[in-house]
T-cell receptor, first 115, second 113 residues
Framework: EAGVTQFPSHSVIEKGQTVTLRCDPI?????LYWYRRVMGKEIKFLLH????????ESGMPNNRFLAERTGGTYSTLKVQPAELEDSGVYFC?????????????FGPGTRLTVL | QKEVEQNSGPLSVPEGAIASLNCTYS??????FFWYRQYSGKSPELIMS????GDKEDGRFTAQLNKASQYVSLLIRDSQPSDSATYLC?????????????FGTGTRLKVLA
């Protein structure tokens, strides 16, 4: 069974440009999460999808970030326009359930560098 | 104040020794705790989950949970150089209608051959 995949693995863009990150969850997992790790800090929650619906987007930094999950399968996270502080590693995770015992499976992350 | 705290390390142990990794958390209502292992540039990989006070063993790994002290630890017996990685402690927090992970910064473990 394939794990969570993310594309691209690395992205280097200039300030002001747009970048779109993609996540493919484990097949059959309704729950999809985005997290971000800024250098030297802990991995932080961004948002949670249940199928195609946003359950919680309380961790999204600002309105330059837009996440979508059309059809309830893969998800995209767009940053427009990118700023220097957006640099970091963006992780996607998926899980079958979203209760207090849910085990989340992570992708390898996309390393975003904004110059 | 950080919600989940870990010593960033590096924690260096000789091959064959026991590595002890510690984590404290601030949310007394937390019920679920996870340890992930992350090799550089790779996915965080779930290695242990624990929900009840006490010890939970899986192979060379033992997770220990003490909810009264808000403390969770991971012991790795017979440490191998291949165990060298960053170990992330994650605690489930229910806020804004979602059960989400709160991570510590991770502890870097080095097992010396």
């Amino acid at each position: 069974e394939a794990g969570v995949t993310q594309f691209p693995s690395h992205s280097v863009i200039e300030k002001g440009q747009t970048v779109t990150l993609r996540c493919d969850p484990i097949s059959g997992h309704d729950n999809l999460y985005w997290y971000r790790r800024v250098m030297g800090k802990e991995i932080k929650f961004l948002l949670h999808f249940v199928k195609e619906s946003k359950q919680d987007e309380s961790g999204m930094p600002n309105n330059r970030f837009l996440a979508e999950r059309t059809g309830g399968t893969y998800s995209t996270l767009k940053v427009q326009p990118a700023e220097l502080e957006d640099s970091g590693v963006y992780f996607c995770a998926s899980s079958q359930v979203s209760d207090s015992y849910n085990e989340q499976f992570f992708g390898p992350g996309t390393r975003l560098t904004v110059l | 104040q950080k919600e989940v705290e870990q010593n960033s390390g590096p924690l260096s142990v000789p091959e064959g020794a026991i590595a002890s990794l510690n984590c404290t958390y601030s949310d007394r209502g937390s019920q679920s705790f996870f340890w992930y292992r992350q090799y550089s540039g790779k996915s965080p990989e779930l290695i242990m989950s624990i929900y009840s006070n006490g010890d939970k063993e899986d192979g060379r790994f033992t997770a220990q949970l003490n909810k009264a002290s808000q403390y969770v630890s991971l012991l790795i017996r017979d440490s191998q150089p291949s165990d060298s990685a960053t170990y992330l402690c994650a605690v489930i927090s229910f806020t804004s209608g979602t059960y989400k992970y709160i991570f510590g910064t991770g502890t870097r473990l080095k097992v010396l051959a």
